[in-house]
Antibody, heavy 122, light 107 residues
Framework: EVQLLESGGGLVQPGGSLRLSCAASQFTFNDYAMHWVRQAPGKGLECVSAIRSNGYITYYADSVKGRFIISRDNSKKTLYLQMNSLRVEDTAVYYC???????????????WGQGTMVTVSS | EIVLTQSPATLSLSPGERATLSCRASQSVSSYLAWYQQKPGQAPRLLIYDASNRATGIPARFSASWSGTDFTLTISSLEPEDFAVYYCQQRSDWPLTFGGGTKVEIK
C-alpha cells in the first residue's frame, strides 16, 4: 500500500525549532514532487512548501518564507521540513502529500500522511 | 494569490438527497482544480482532479464540472459516509490554494 508517515511534531516554545519527517513507502519516491500542507485547529488547509522530485527547486508560502526549509533524501525515501523561529500561528497539523503526476510540482495530492501536530506555545 | 471561494459554507441535507457544492476562483485556473473530502480527525481524500476526473476508487455518485472560473461538485445521492467537509484546491499557480470548505451535514 502506498503510504506516507509523518513524525517529529510536538510542543515547542515560540522562537524554537522543530524538524518534521515524512517516510514514504510503496512508490517510486524520487519520481514525485512532494508538499507540506498544514491545517490550524478548526481551520482550512494551507500549502506551506513544495519540493521538486530532484530536490533542487523549492517553494514556500509567504507565511513561512525565511523560517522553514524543505528538503528530501531520495535514498532514504524521506521528506523533511525544518521549522525555525516558530510562532504561535504555526500551530497546526502538518501533512505531507504526494502529487498525482510524476511530472511537475503544481498538482493535486493523491496520497496524504496521517498528519503530525505541531503546537507552538509558551 | 488565487482565492477560491466555496459556497455554501454549510449544506444541510438528508441521506439520498442531491448535494451541489460550488467553488469560484478569483482568476482563471483553467481546469486545474481538485476536490477533497475530509472527515474529522482524518487527512483529506482526493475525490476529483483536473476539474472533472474521478480519482481512483471514488464512487460514481461523485461528479464535477466547470465553466470559466466556476466549479461544481455534485453528489447525486448522499450516503451516510458522505457527510464531511469538502475543499477545492487550485494547482494553476504557486501558492497552491484551497477554498474555505463546505460542510455537508445531516439535516
Amino acid at each position: 500500500e502506498v503510504q506516507l508517515l509523518e513524525s517529529g511534531g510536538g510542543l515547542v516554545q515560540p522562537g524554537g525549532s522543530l524538524r518534521l519527517s515524512c517516510a514514504a513507502s510503496q512508490f517510486t519516491f524520487n519520481d514525485y514532487a512532494m508538499h507540506w500542507v498544514r491545517q490550524a485547529p478548526g481551520k482550512g488547509l494551507e500549502c506551506v512548501s513544495a519540493i521538486r522530485s530532484n530536490g533542487y527547486i523549492t517553494y514556500y508560502a509567504d507565511s513561512v518564507k525565511g523560517r522553514f526549509i524543505i528538503s528530501r533524501d531520495n535514498s532514504k525515501k524521506t521528506l523533511y521540513l525544518q521549522m525555525n523561529s516558530l510562532r504561535v500561528e504555526d500551530t497546526a497539523v502538518y501533512y505531507c502529500a504526494k502529487v498525482i503526476y510524476s511530472v511537475g510540482v503544481f498538482d493535486g495530492f493523491d496520497i496524504w500522511g496521517q498528519g503530525t501536530m505541531v503546537t507552538v506555545s509558551s | 494569490e488565487i482565492v477560491l471561494t466555496q459556497s455554501p459554507a454549510t449544506l444541510s441535507l438528508s441521506p439520498g438527497e442531491r448535494a451541489t457544492l460550488s467553488c469560484r476562483a478569483s482568476q482563471s485556473v483553467s481546469s486545474y482544480l481538485a476536490w477533497y473530502q475530509q472527515k474529522p480527525g482524518q487527512a483529506p481524500r482526493l475525490l476529483i482532479y483536473d476539474a472533472s476526473n474521478r480519482a481512483t476508487g471514488i464512487p460514481a455518485r461523485f461528479s464535477a464540472s466547470w465553466s470559466g472560473t466556476d466549479f461544481t461538485l455534485t453528489i447525486s445521492s448522499l450516503e451516510p459516509e458522505d457527510f464531511a467537509v469538502y475543499y477545492c484546491q487550485q494547482r494553476s499557480d504557486w501558492p497552491l490554494t484551497f477554498g474555505g470548505g463546505t460542510k455537508v451535514e445531516i439535516k
